[in-house]
């Protein structure tokens, strides 16, 4: 039996993912990259592969989390999975005063996109922590990852998995 994804699920995972990260980075936690998954049985998770004090570049991070999730793609346990984690981009593409974005790759069978946020952390008041403001989302063409079967396999290293909440 084959489990078609659909185009609300697929959005309310961007949601969830997006909101996720933002929701980690308003209580001054450290964005390490992560991912959600819908699996094909259960709901919508939130999963990391490494502690959040981590000294693996987050660029190593981002791929590991790719692999491990490639690896769950293969064996037929997740319909879908957004990867999110921070990127800096010039701000002639993200606009005006946003050198940052948070990125959330979303893929699933015949389906991967990009949806950058870009975001910047504003000064608060006198003593008050900053905040973080928004801009509109940008979305870009992305070749698929965890579920490109054409990748190699990579060892199984089942590495620790941190659920978030």
Same mark, same amino acid.
């Given at each position: ?17 997006? /909101? ?24 919508? /998770? ?12 987050? +660029? ?6 790719? +692999? ?15 990867? %999110?984690?921070?990127?800096?981009? &010039?701000?002639? /593409? ?23 946020? &870009? ?7 006198? +003593? ?15 070749? &698929? ?7 190699? /396999?990579?060892?199984?290293?089942? &590495?620790? %998995?941190?659920?978030?909440?």
């Amino acid at each position: 039996m084959t489990v078609t994804v659909t185009n609300e699920q697929l959005g309310l995972l961007l949601q969830l993912a997006r /909101d996720f990260a933002f929701g980690q980075m308003s209580k001054g936690k450290r964005l390490v990259p992560f991912a959600a998954r819908m699996p094909v049985e259960g709901e919508i /998770d939130f999963i990391r592969f490494v502690d959040e004090s981590t000294l693996l570049p987050l +660029g190593e991070v981002h791929s590991r989390t790719q +692999g491990a999730l490639r690896r769950q793609v293969r064996k037929g346990e997740l319909l879908a999975v957004a990867t %999110v984690a921070t990127v800096q981009a &010039p701000e002639a /593409d993200l606009g005006k005063g946003f050198t940052q974005a948070v990125r959330v790759h979303v893929e699933a069978p015949g389906f991967s996109r990009q949806m950058l946020t &870009p975001f910047r952390v504003e000064p608060g008041a006198e +003593g008050a922590p900053g905040k973080l403001a928004t801009a509109e989302m940008i979305v870009l063409a992305a070749d &698929p990852v965890a579920f490109d079967m054409a990748q190699p /396999d990579e060892p199984d290293t089942a &590495p620790k %998995v941190f659920h978030l909440t």
